[in-house]
C-alpha cells in the first residue's frame, strides 16, 4: 500500500513532467476568440448535447463563419474565454479540394475516417446513427442541389494514439452532429462532436521513432510511459469540438477547415490540460489530414472503398496473423532505436500476444496505417496492398 509521502511524491513527478512538457512547447502569445462569437458556438455545441431537440439555425452560426473568414495573427493562439470552464484552442487550415471531394473522402460510409488523421486517431466507429441506421447518406451526392439543412446525428467510438510526451492513450463515446448547408451561397458543413461521459482509464503507449512514420505502440496495460507515473489512473474527463468547413470561393476547388476544441483530462479529477496542449496535439491532426488529402498519389475514394472492403472481409485468424508479422517487423525495425531503449518498450515489443486478445477494430486500424503508408510511399511493415491482388488473401512482409 502506498504511503501518503510517496503519493505526494508520486504528484510532484506528475506536476513536474507536465509543466516540462508546457514550458517547452509553449507557442506564442494567446488572443481570445471574440465574444461575438460565443452564442453561435454555443448554439452549435447545443446541437451535439444528447436530448436536444432544438432545430438547427443557420443565421447563429453567421458570426462563427465571420471570424474563420478573418484575417488573424500567424503567431497567436486563439482561444475560448472562460465562459466555457474549459481549455481550448483554434487552428485552420486551406485545402486545395472542392468540399464535395472532401466529403466524398472524409466522411463516406465505405472508408475509415481515421485513415485520414494517422498520427491522431488510432480507430473509429459509429455505434449508433439516426436511431438505429447502419450508414450516413452520401453527403457528397446531395450538392450541389439541397434543400435545405441536412442533419445527421450519431454515437461514435473513437480511440486516439499515444501522446507524444506522456504515451498516454484514451477510449470513449462521442455524439456526432453532421450539418450541412447553405451560407451566401456557399457550401459549409459541420461536424461537431461533444464526448459521452469520461474516457476508459488512460493505458499506456509509445511513440515508435518519428511521430510521421505513424508507428505506435498499445500496450493495454493502464497507466502513464513516464517514470514513476506507471501507477496513474488519468482519464478524458470531457471534449468537445466543433470542425467547420467553408467554401471561401465556390468558383474554385478551395476550402477553408477550421477547428474550436475543448479538453479537460488529467488525474484525481485534477485537469492538467493547457490551452498550448490542446493546440500542439491539433497541428499534429491538422499537418497529417493537408498533407494526406492534397497528395498527389493518394487514393481516390473508389480506390479507398475497395480497400476497405478487403480488410472488412479478413477473418479473425487472418487479422491476427497480419498484426503478428506487423509487431515482429516492428521488433527488427526498432531493436537499436533510441525511442525503443526504454525496458517497458523492449518488453512489450517482444511479446505480442496482446494481438490474440485485440478485438476486430483494433487489429483492421494497423491494416489500414499500413495501407495508407503503402499507398503514399512510405516505409511500411507489410505489404497490406498485396491482399488486393491475392484471392487468399495472403499479407507479405514488407522488404523495406
Not at 497567436?76 to 465562459?83: G, K, M, P, R, W
Not at 484552442?89 to 472524409?106: M, Q, T, V, W
Not at 458543413?189 to 515508435?208: N, P
Request: hydrophobic content about 35%.
Amino acid at each position: 500500500m502506498k504511503t501518503h509521502k510517496h503519493i505526494i511524491l508520486q504528484t510532484l513527478i506528475l506536476i513536474l513532467v507536465l509543466m516540462t512538457v508546457s514550458t517547452a512547447f509553449s507557442n506564442g502569445s494567446e488572443k481570445t476568440i471574440p465574444a461575438t462569437v460565443n452564442p453561435g458556438l454555443n448554439h452549435l455545441l447545443e446541437m451535439v448535447t444528447s436530448g436536444n431537440s432544438s432545430p438547427f439555425n443557420p443565421e447563429a452560426v453567421t458570426p462563427v463563419l465571420d471570424f474563420i473568414s478573418s484575417d488573424k495573427s500567424r503567431d497567436a493562439v486563439y482561444i475560448s474565454d472562460e465562459s466555457f470552464k474549459s481549455p481550448s484552442a483554434y487552428i485552420e487550415l486551406d485545402l486545395n479540394h472542392g468540399l464535395a471531394d472532401l466529403l466524398k473522402l472524409s466522411y463516406n460510409p465505405d472508408i475509415p475516417a481515421y485513415i485520414f488523421t494517422p498520427s491522431s486517431m488510432r480507430l473509429g466507429y459509429w455505434k449508433e446513427i439516426n436511431q438505429g441506421e447502419k450508414n450516413f447518406a452520401r453527403l457528397s451526392d446531395l450538392l450541389p442541389d439541397y434543400e435545405g439543412p441536412v442533419v445527421i446525428r450519431g454515437v461514435e467510438t473513437v480511440e486516439n494514439t499515444p501522446d507524444i510526451h506522456t504515451g498516454a492513450y484514451y477510449k470513449y463515446d462521442l455524439e456526432r452532429t453532421m450539418i450541412l448547408f447553405k451560407h451566401k451561397g456557399r457550401n459549409v458543413f459541420l461536424s461537431l462532436a461533444r464526448q459521452i461521459g469520461s474516457s476508459l482509464v488512460g493505458k499506456k503507449g509509445a511513440v515508435l521513432g518519428d511521430d510521421g512514420d505513424w508507428n505506435y505502440l498499445y500496450s493495454g496495460e493502464k497507466g502513464i510511459n513516464k517514470f514513476g507515473l506507471g501507477w496513474v489512473d488519468s482519464y478524458m474527463y470531457d471534449s468537445s469540438s466543433i470542425i467547420v468547413y467553408y467554401e471561401t470561393d465556390p468558383g474554385k476547388p478551395l476550402v477553408r477547415c477550421a477547428v474550436f476544441k475543448w479538453l479537460r483530462a488529467g488525474w484525481k479529477n485534477i485537469n492538467m490540460v493547457k490551452n498550448h496542449h490542446i493546440y500542439k496535439g491539433m497541428r499534429r491532426w491538422a499537418m497529417d489530414y493537408k498533407t494526406i488529402m492534397e497528395h498527389p498519389e493518394f487514393p481516390g475514394a473508389h480506390e479507398l472503398a475497395h480497400a476497405w472492403l478487403q480488410i472488412e472481409k479478413l477473418d479473425m485468424a487472418e487479422l491476427r496473423r497480419a498484426n503478428h508479422l506487423y509487431y515482429q517487423s516492428l521488433k527488427k525495425r526498432y531493436a537499436e532505436d533510441k525511442s525503443a531503449s526504454s525496458r517497458w518498450v523492449s518488453n512489450v515489443l517482444k511479446d505480442d500476444s496482446r494481438v490474440d486478445t485485440s478485438d476486430v477494430h483494433e487489429l483492421r486500424s494497423v491494416l489500414v496505417v499500413e495501407y495508407l503508408k503503402s499507398v503514399l510511399g512510405k516505409q511500411h511493415e507489410i505489404d497490406v496492398v498485396s491482399i488486393y491482388h491475392l484471392d487468399s488473401g495472403q499479407l507479405r512482409l514488407s522488404s523495406n
